[in-house]
């Protein structure tokens, strides 16, 4: 895909949304951020913010999702393996002050906003769904293996909130280890 000011533009809202949220987040940064000029907003997002916010987090979804269909899958233990080891330095951003693009638009945008919820919404499923097909393709029953994923991802939100509210990464550590138990003695 081409580096083109829309592009930019989207990219700078994704990583302003990881470190600033939906409140905190300013055309102005975007500008800046992606050098865009100030009318470039209207013209390649007429609806405003809430268009802007949405695309990013979209954009953010599918991205995400791309990397874990890339997920080795010989076993069980290894899809997990390799979703913590990927998720890891992502969570590692949010022990320094980032986080997730797509739940910023979950907890920061407007509770009367269900455009943004639905976007967050259909991320989410989308990042289940394909973690529970690696899972499958690895051996699991879909049942469990959708338990499973559903699990992964709410250890993965969880640990952005926890990692970035201590500091530190201990917390996705400590889920990761008992992740890898819970693996371990259940499915393997």
Same mark, same amino acid.
């Given at each position: 895909?081409?580096?083109?000011?829309?592009?930019?533009?989207?990219?700078?809202?994704?990583?302003?949304?990881?470190?600033?949220?939906?409140?905190?987040?300013?055309?102005?940064?975007?500008?800046?951020?992606? &050098?865009? !000029?100030?009318? %470039? #907003?209207?013209?390649?997002?007429?609806?405003?913010?809430?268009? =802007?916010?949405?695309?990013? +987090? /979209?954009?953010n979804g599918?991205?995400?999702?791309?990397?874990?269909?890339?997920?080795?899958?010989?076993?069980?233990?290894?899809?997990?393996?390799?979703?913590?080891?990927?998720?890891?330095?992502?969570?590692?951003a949010?022990?320094?002050?980032? &986080?997730c !693009?797509?739940? %910023? #638009?979950?907890?920061g945008?407007d509770?009367?906003?269900?455009? =943004?919820?639905?976007?967050a +919404? /259909?991320?989410?499923?989308?990042?289940?769904?394909?973690?529970?097909?690696?899972?499958?393709?690895?051996?699991?029953?879909?049942?469990?293996?959708?338990?499973?994923?559903?699990?992964?991802?709410?250890?993965?939100?969880g640990?952005?909130?926890?990692?970035? !509210?201590?500091?530190? #990464?201990?917390?996705?550590?400590?889920?990761?280890?008992?992740?890898?138990?819970?693996?371990?003695?259940?499915?393997?």
């Open positions: 895909m081409p580096n083109d000011t829309r592009t930019r533009m989207i990219e700078a809202t994704v990583e302003a949304l990881r470190h600033r949220g939906v409140a905190g987040m300013s055309f102005t940064d975007v500008l800046r951020s992606s &050098g865009a !000029a100030r009318g %470039a #907003i209207y013209h390649h997002f007429p609806g405003g913010k809430a268009q =802007l916010v949405a695309e990013a +987090a /979209t954009r599918h991205d995400v999702r791309a990397h874990f269909a890339e997920l080795q899958a010989d076993s069980p233990q290894s899809v997990v393996d390799a979703f913590l080891a990927a998720v890891r330095p992502v969570v590692q949010s022990a320094a002050g980032g &986080g !693009a797509v739940a %910023a #638009i979950a907890v945008a509770p009367d906003d269900d455009g =943004l919820r639905e976007v +919404a /259909t991320a989410f499923a989308s990042w289940v769904s394909q973690l529970a097909e690696r899972l499958t393709t690895a051996g699991l029953a879909p049942g469990d293996a959708t338990d499973l994923a559903a699990t992964l991802i709410t250890l993965l939100e640990a952005h909130v926890l990692c970035r !509210a201590a500091g530190t #990464i201990e917390p996705f550590d400590q889920a990761a280890r008992a992740a890898a138990a819970l693996i371990h003695n259940r499915y393997e």
